[in-house]
């Protein structure tokens, strides 16, 4: 009987993951849509939609899946999407960055607008907390790409700001400006990266206690769970202690 049930715990959890991968490759592919639709379906010649292609190769997103959200963007009957950011404060005062692409920004607004208000947050105006964050680029590395040595000469060539080498692997920081270029010269001296990403990093955090980690994780996953959100960033910083409390949860 415990096998049995603990199989049904395998299957019902695999059943998660998989959906989970599915939504993940679903936002991946409107990003590659909606990028080969604002310029050239040649990721030589479109930064945006080389950086969705290489952010769900990331995520081992099918090759067969990517072409088909390109080829998409040259349909007719494509859903015309528009990027809309959403900025507002979260439980203890946490400032959140949502980034989103919607055909229909009232249903996004008001589903964003839904899930900070259950969770004790508000939404503020375009700019409210967007001034805590910096938009850079990160590129990653798996150990074997070469030597901190090595790695760190292969960025200061590429333009890069910042390298942080560890057993785990090589975290290479730039301008969002420079991404492009960066993430470019980097793959012909090191070789393709483990990922590529544009985000947005706080300048300073926010302490939480258990309490109100709990609910701020609880928001930032059902935000996560939408459609529409592509990203969801926060400042909230919490001991290791109460993280590991709250993941075994």
């Known amino acids: 009987m415990a096998g049995h049930s603990q199989f049904k715990n395998i299957m019902h959890r695999k059943g998660r993951q998989d959906a989970a991968k599915a939504k ?56 015309s999407f528009e990027s ?5 404060y979260g439980p203890g005062g946490v400032a959140i960055l949502v980034e989103t692409l919607t055909d229909n920004r009232n249903r996004t607004g008001g589903a964003v607008r839904a899930l900070f208000s259950k969770y004790g947050g508000n939404l503020g105006a375009t700019g409210a907390v967007s001034h805590m964050f910096a938009r850079i680029g990160e590129i990653s590395y798996q150990p074997e790409a070469g030597t901190a040595d090595a790695v760190l000469e292969a960025a200061i060539e590429a333009g890069a700001e910042d390298v942080q080498s560890s057993p785990a692997g090589h975290l290479i920081t730039t301008t969002f400006a420079d991404l492009g270029s960066v993430s470019a010269a980097l793959e012909a001296k090191l070789g393709e990266p483990e990922t590529v990403k544009a985000l947005w990093k706080p300048a300073q955090t926010t302490s939480l206690d258990e309490d109100k980690a709990a609910t701020l994780l609880k928001l930032i996953a059902g935000l996560e769970e939408d459609d529409d959100v592509q990203n969801v960033y926060s400042n909230f910083e919490v001991s290791d202690a109460v993280m590991a409390k709250l993941t075994a949860a």
């Open 24 to 79: 993940v490759f679903a936002k991946l592919a409107r990003e590659i849509t909606v990028a080969a639709k604002a310029g050239l379906p040649d990721p030589d010649m479109n930064s945006r939609l080389r950086l969705a292609i290489q952010s769900a190769r990331a995520e081992n997103m099918p090759k067969d899946n990517i072409e088909r959200a390109i080829k998409k963007a040259a349909g007719a009957d494509t859903d």
């Open 84 to 88: 809309m950011r959403y900025e507002g």
